[in-house]
């Protein structure tokens, strides 16, 4: 099973013992809410655990592998597009998570896009309120 399987696997279980054995330690997710990515695995992990609360029906549907050039240095690397399906406030998702791989096979960078609109609204709200929940981001002023 290839990494970007365990991966899948590990999202289907919802097991966050297994996306830590996949991640580097200074893994960058870069998220459609925000414009800087999250950096470093403590982060990335805390940012999945509200991720597997928040998504209703998650579910993959597809999956593409080759190579594409990362965000960090611009170099080719192994990669992995994932179509995912969910719900998030009843509002249907479709989205992707693009997955980069170190040359030991654990994921480096990582994109995830959604649509429509909407979808990125309410997913965005969901997973502020988790990250405050979780002591991972600050309240936003005048809460």
């Not at 654990?106 to 405050?132: C, D, N, Y």
Request: hydrophobic share 45%; no cysteine.
């Amino acid at each position: 099973m290839n990494a970007a399987d365990r991966f899948r696997a590990a999202v289907d279980s919802k097991d966050l013992t297994a996306l830590d054995d996949l991640f580097t330690e200074d893994i960058r997710l870069y998220s459609p809410v925000k414009f800087t990515p999250f950096e470093g695995k403590p982060m990335v992990l805390g940012l999945f655990g509200v991720l597997l609360r928040t998504f209703e029906d998650f579910r993959y549907v597809g999956d593409y592998n080759g190579t594409a050039q990362t965000s960090t240095d611009g170099t080719s690397a192994a990669s992995a597009v994932l179509l995912f399906r969910a719900r998030v406030a009843d509002k249907e998702i479709h989205g992707i998570d693009l997955l980069h791989f170190h040359d030991d096979g654990r994921i480096k960078e990582f994109t995830v896009m959604v649509r429509p609109q909407s979808a990125v609204h309410a997913l965005g709200e969901a997973v502020l309120a988790g990250l405050v929940e979780d002591g991972l981001a600050p309240a936003p002023a005048g809460q």
